[in-house]
Nanobody, 120 residues
Framework: QVQVVESGGGLVQPGGSLRLTCVAS????????MEWYRQAPGKSRVLVAS???????NFGDFVGGRFTISRDNAENTAYLKMNSLKPEDTAVYYC??????????????WGQGTQVTVSL
């Protein structure tokens, strides 16, 4: 079983910053990609950022250079640093990890989400 736990959400004013943390634990050989998604009320879940085991990153178009994603492979942890936050960034942010469970089996696991609210 694999557990994924996000933290770091909260209330921040427009223009502010937050850093989200995602920690994966449990039984697996390695982590392939680690991804952040977000879901605003009444909207679909969308990809915010992803990072491969080799450190290659990808971002949603709406990020516009405001966010960075990084990971600590030794700690099975990914970070999402969000700067210049806007009210439209308000959403529940979810971490998804793609792990190598065995030599022949991969799996994807979601965390429970962390709320980010950008408001005065």
């Amino acid at each position: 079983q694999v557990q994924v736990v996000e933290s770091g959400g909260g209330l921040v004013q427009p223009g502010g910053s937050l850093r989200l943390t995602c920690v994966a634990s449990g039984s697996f050989f390695s982590i392939n990609a680690m991804e952040w998604y977000r879901q605003a009320p009444g909207k679909s879940r969308v990809l915010v950022a992803s990072i491969t085991g080799a450190g290659r990153t990808n971002f949603g178009d709406f990020v516009g250079g405001r966010f960075t994603i990084s990971r600590d492979n030794a700690e099975n942890t990914a970070y999402l640093k969000m700067n210049s936050l806007k009210p439209e960034d308000t959403a529940v942010y979810y971490c998804n990890v793609n792990v190598q469970i065995s030599a022949a089996e991969r799996g994807r696991f979601w965390g429970q989400g962390t709320q980010v609210t950008v408001s005065l």
